[in-house]
């Protein structure tokens, strides 16, 4: 830091040389702060070396400093035309030194002495600043010799076409335009920036030239317009609505980036029909202060209609003929419409509706309305929507149109377009509506052609996410398929295709179709019965049997535990130690009846299994607690270990090839069998308790009129969850057995997969069936075992798969369909550019100026580019038909 320091301090004094280290004559009191380096020059060197740089800042040597001076101080003169020389008609050759400081009070600007131009001061605005500078006029005879357009051959845009005093560089004109595109920048902190830059202590010194610049950066933008669009090259064509703003590349556009024949085309591939149709997005809530004008300013809008407003005149006579809609919103999900209709002055808080392409967010042109000036609600929109579907829509026969409050909307769209002598739509065209708005406005650079380098870029990442979502959804729906029932499977299959067909009420099919929910006793009914277990008699299996509900009954012991509160009353404690006793009675029980299977072999020692603290909920289970008489819990009671802390010994217990080695191999078969069981049950307990869990959420908590029903759902709620996170524990143990009975691991983790929490969250296709996201949704691994059609023997749960594969198709039915369009929206775009490289061949080969031919084929070069930039990205991802 302190060498820095060090560095930029010794930069304020002048270099060791005292001469001017141009001329190596003069005395170097002179320097460029815009130039690179420390040198110094005299007086004349500096102008001289600043004679085609005359936007730099130089300083002067004091004797103790520097201290800031212009160009036009030291005597620098601008003349026009001569490649910076004088004019050679002038008849007295001077310099500025030789003309009286006061000359310019006793001559006008266009006044010659001795037939010499007297020099004018001219304010010139530059991206670096504002300069003073000394301008003299070219005077050739047959030259032209209007001072205005002399500034614009030097690159300089006259604030005034008569006597101009101000002009803005070409540079500083198109550093507003980026500033307003990329950093929303307004003409007023654009200038206030431009005057700091000159003199950051005194800005207000500075002269004011805001409003030249809103005037001349108007006239800019106009003339920039109209050469990007090729209209300079044409004099008889005169651009219309909307032909100077661009609109999406990627949207098909017959006549544009579409073949001659498309229709012919798409028609042998029937499949592909739906691809070309119009996809917009509507909204009217724009707020848009920046463009609030006077009325004087609007009339002489040199863009009127021509960009992405719609044109003034017209707009007003719609406006003042339309037929407003009386009714009022009658959907309750739409209040804000409602207040709109009884206070119209709520409209002043909306800017601007308009009409984007619904893929890409860019705007249409000929397409923004103001809805200030408005006395209703949807003679704007319709304004914008009609002017969308016509526009490059020859051919194309649907379009969707997605809007908000479009069931208000479009009730009498279509009459009122009929009532309208401006609005029509085009023939033949079916227009869709859909209601979920989707807000991913993107203002597409006003006449900039930043948007179609972007869009290559956002069809890339809509490409590689389109592959992910087509490999994410197949898989799960093809493994959901071969679970279920194939006779079930074709039934959904046929109320599909009617919903794709029909649509309307059939889509209905996509959520519950239950006429009664099972009450809340029959759920707990049902999950209690599924949670008995068979005990049998005495026997190999039966004694297994018995160890594996021995670690249930732990598990529900530990559980009890875990749920005691700190300040336990005595009845509960009791209650802990005689479960506790009559536990251990049993398990010692067991493992008597062990030594028997055993024929008196050595165990060993016996496996003690420890919970999982994630699926640790605490509840009540009172199950198998009553089957142990007092006499036995006397006789086997054990005070030094704990019931919930013993060891269980199972052949499980024993190493698989100790086991072998022992003889229990059988026993450890029988067992591995035996676990298979508890795990497929579990699995089935899992998905019966998850299913009716989501139908108590949706059912109860979201339909609960009262408090009491509310807390009843709760409790019906956590009592489910107390049979998942047992389901879960009883799990895992079967599958840490079946590990150690040797089961092979790829089978292992093919069927019985670990099992995370975030895998029994609650099943949002029953619960949240409106929900946005459901792209990458999937069900859990469980949910599409070999053993899920054995559960659509339960009415609720059999609906639930069927909500759930219906679901599953049509996600990955989406992605496909996405996939599709994403690779014929590559070939639009190719054709898009393609499409203007050949217009401005066309134009280039009809120019018969020098500069319209060299333009028009830096065009062709810029668009050719475009087109290689393009194919070298897609790299063949690209459909074309």
């Known amino acids: ?258 073949p001659p024949d498309w229709q012919a085309r798409y028609e042998r591939q029937p499949e592909s029909c739906w691809l070309v149709s119009q996809r917009y997005v509507v909204d009217g809530n724009f707020t848009a202060q920046h463009m609030v004008m006077r009325k004087p300013q609007l009339d002489i809008s040199l863009s009127d209609g021509l960009g992405y407003m719609v044109k003034d005149q017209e707009y007003q006579t719609h406006l003042s003929s339309a037929v407003e809609s009386k009714e009022r919103s009658s959907c309750s999900n739409h209040h804000a419409v409602n207040a709109a209709n009884i206070s119209r002055s709520n409209l002043r808080a909306t800017g601007v509706g308009a009409t984007a392409c619904a893929r890409h967010g860019c705007f249409v042109p000929h397409s923004i309305v103001d809805f200030r000036r408005a006395k209703g609600l949807h003679m704007n929109i319709d304004y914008s929507i009609c002017n969308a579907l016509n526009y490059h829509s020859a051919g194309i026969d649907s379009s969707l149109i997605i809007y908000d409050v479009g069931c208000q909307w479009s009730i009498n769209f279509l009459q009122r377009v009929a009532q309208s002598k401006g609005l029509s739509v085009p023939e033949n065209m079916h227009i869709g509506l859909d209601m979920l708005m989707g807000r991913f406005w993107r203002l597409c650079g006003h006449h900039s052609i930043r948007s179609p380098q972007l869009l290559v870029k956002t069809l890339l990442k809509k490409y590689k996410r389109a592959l992910k979502g087509v490999d994410d959804t197949k898989s799960p729906f093809d493994e959901l398929t071969l679970s279920l029932d194939p006779e079930k499977i074709s039934i959904w299959k046929i109320d599909e295709k009617k919903a794709m067909e029909q649509r309307g009420e059939y889509l209905d099919i996509y959520q519950l179709q239950m006429n009664k929910a099972p009450t809340m006793a029959e759920i707990r009914l049902k999950l209690t019965e599924s949670e008995n277990t068979d005990t049998s008699k005495p026997g190999t ?203 092979d691991k790829a089978t292992l983790g093919s069927l019985y997969q670990p099992i995370s929490p975030t895998e029994l969250s609650i099943d949002k296709e029953v619960t949240e069936e409106n929900r946005f996201g459901q792209g990458s949704d999937r069900l859990a691994w469980f949910w599409r075992g070999n053993n899920a059609s054995q559960g659509q023997d339960d009415a609720w749960i059999d609906e639930f798969y069927r909500v759930n594969w219906l679901k599953a198709k049509a996600r990955w039915n989406r992605w496909q369909e996405e996939l599709r369009l994403v690779r014929h929206e590559m070939g639009w775009t190719i054709n898009w550019f393609k499409y203007h490289q050949n217009e401005w061949e066309r134009r280039g080969g009809q120019a018969t100026r020098p500069g319209h031919q060299a333009y028009a084929y830096q065009q062709v070069l810029m668009w050719g580019r475009f087109v290689e930039e393009a194919e070298k990205n897609f790299n063949g991802c690209q459909f074309i038909l």
């Open 1 to 258: 830091r302190d060498l820095y320091l060090d560095i930029l301090l010794d930069l304020e004094k002048p270099s060791d040389v005292s001469q001017c280290q141009s001329c190596q004559i003069g005395e170097g009191k002179f320097r460029c702060l815009t130039c690179s380096g420390d040198q110094t020059f005299c007086r004349s060197c500096i102008v001289n070396a600043h004679q085609f740089l005359p936007f730099h800042k130089v300083q002067e040597w004091t004797g103790k400093c520097f201290n800031d001076t212009s160009l036009e101080e030291l005597g620098f003169i601008w003349y026009m035309g001569h490649g910076g020389q004088p004019c050679p008609f002038s008849d007295d050759m001077h310099t500025w030194e030789n003309i009286p400081m006061d000359a310019e009070a006793d001559f006008s600007p266009m006044e010659t002495v001795h037939g010499s131009t007297i020099p004018t001061k001219l304010t010139i605005v530059h991206s670096t600043g504002v300069f003073l500078h000394n301008v003299v006029w070219c005077s050739c005879p047959g030259v032209d010799c209007q001072q205005h357009l002399q500034l614009l051959k030097a690159k300089l845009f006259p604030a005034s076409t008569t006597r101009p005093q101000t002009a803005f560089t070409f540079d500083v004109l198109n550093h507003f335009l980026i500033d307003a595109l990329e950093c929303k920048t307004s003409a007023s902190s654009f200038f206030e920036k431009i005057r700091r830059m000159t003199n950051n202590c005194f800005p207000d010194t500075v002269p004011n030239r805001y409003r030249e610049l809103m005037r001349v950066s108007r006239l800019w933008r106009d003339l920039m317009s109209r050469k990007w669009f090729g209209f300079a090259h044409n004099d008889e064509q005169k651009p219309d609505k909307g032909d100077l703003a661009w609109f999406c590349p990627a949207c098909p556009q017959p006549g544009i980036n579409l």
């Open 541 to 743: 299996v039966s004694w297994l049997i018995t160890g594996i509900n021995l670690e249930d009954l732990q598990d529900g012991l530990r559980a009890d535990i875990r749920q005691l509160p700190t300040d336990a009353t005595p009845g509960q404690k009791v209650s802990i130690e005689e479960k506790r006793q009559r536990l251990t009675a049993r398990i010692a029980k067991f493992h008597e009846t062990a030594d028997a299977m055993t024929a008196g072999m050595d165990l060993g020692t016996a496996t003690v299994h420890s919970d999982d603290p994630r699926f640790c909920y605490a509840g009540h289970d009172e199950n198998g607690w009553g089957e142990v008489s007092d006499e036995e819990i006397s006789e086997y009671i054990d005070e030094e270990i704990l019931a919930e802390e013993m060891g269980i010994w199972m052949p499980s217990s024993v190493p698989y090839q100790d086991a072998l080695a022992l003889g229990l191999g059988p026993l450890q078969a029988e067992e591995l069998e035996l676990r298979k069981g508890q795990a497929n049950d579990c699995l089935e307990k899992l998905r019966m308790a998850l299913g009716h869990k989501a139908i108590i959420y949706r059912q109860y908590f979201r339909s609960a009129n009262s408090t009491w029903a509310g807390t009843r759902s709760k409790q019906e709620a956590q009592r489910c969850q107390l049979k998942i996170d047992k389901c879960v524990r009883s799990y895992q143990r079967a599958r840490s057995a079946m590990e150690g009975l040797g089961m």
